[in-house]
């Protein structure tokens, strides 16, 4: 108990910048807090602080030493957290990015639920098609849908993403229902002009074996929505995620084609940096997703009309 409480108060003064502050922090004399600093040292054999009658500052050691202090009690106090539902509670702004189709329809909807579970965070959500690094601007964790790049960031995986190919009832019976990937070069294909996770095409197993192709397009947008309504519209054949079509399929408003080869899942992902320590906001966030993502009773509901306003 001695030593937490001598590393407590190590980490209060570097924090407050003086003996003062950290004693009226914790309640007792500010002799208190110079003893425990004085057995700190004398324990360790080396000098932390550098006192003045005007200022305290850190020695080179004691500066490292500071850095694994604070993460040891971050991570006690998350351990605490984590058993106890009178612990410490979440706080802070919480910062995410997703892409705009799949955030608007499966990010935005679960943030009131998130914050009523946590009234001490702050949210900002940024919904972008662009890959965003999230190192330089400043975000928490991405919400990313498909095959991700080798890259310093960890990654969680939330639930299996899979690409199907559909089209309206009213087309099929217009053009004929393709058996093979070859014949949609009969077909009019509705593609994404500027998504990189089709930059290398639509993804079959063929044979055995995990195939591209680049089927003509009548159309293409960068927009997946627009794809999306198009072939409700019966413009054409999409190659999809089963997040965006599920329902329109469940509602018999589009039809899955070319089924026997269909491509193995991707995945969904949390994606965040490279830290020995997260924010506990940011654990229980994903946390959150992970448990929403994998009842797989949430793919099967019918998403509310306000996510993809």
Known sequence: MDKFRQIQSFVAVAQKGSLTAAAKAEG???????????????????????????????????????????????????????????????????????????????????????????PDVSFSLNLSDRVVDIVNEGFDCAVRVGDLPDSSLVSVRLADNRRLCVAAPDYLRRRGTPRHPSELNQHDCLTLSSDASQARGWAFVIDGELTYLRPPARLDCSDGQVLHDWCLEGLGIAWRSTWEVGEAIRD??????????????????????????????????????????????????????????
Do not use: M
């Not at 009658?53 to 605490?80: K, M, P, S, Y």
């Not at 979440?90 to 009523?116: E, K, W």
């Not at 269909?262 to 830290?275: D, H, K, L, S």
């Open 252 to 309: 018999g408003r589009l039809v899955s084609v070319l089924d026997d080869y269909a491509a193995p899942p991707n995945g969904i992902y949390a994606v965040f940096p490279q830290r020995r320590h997260l924010p506990l906001r940011v654990r229980l966030w994903i946390d959150y997703l992970k448990h929403t993502y994998g009842d797989l009773h949430y793919w099967s509901r019918r998403v509310p009309l306000q996510a993809v306003a």
């Open 28 to 118: 007792v004399a500010p002799a208190v807090i110079g003893r425990r600093i004085d057995a700190l040292e004398a324990r360790l054999g080396v000098k932390l602080l550098l006192r003045t009658t005007r200022r305290i500052t850190l020695t080179h050691e004691g500066a490292a030493f500071l850095e694994d202090c604070q993460r040891v009690l971050i991570d006690l106090a998350n351990a605490e957290a984590s058993v106890s539902e009178g612990g410490v509670k979440a706080s802070g702004h919480l910062r995410v990015t997703a892409p705009a189709g799949f955030g608007r329809r499966h990010v935005a909807p679960l943030v009131p639920r998130f914050l009523s579970l946590h």
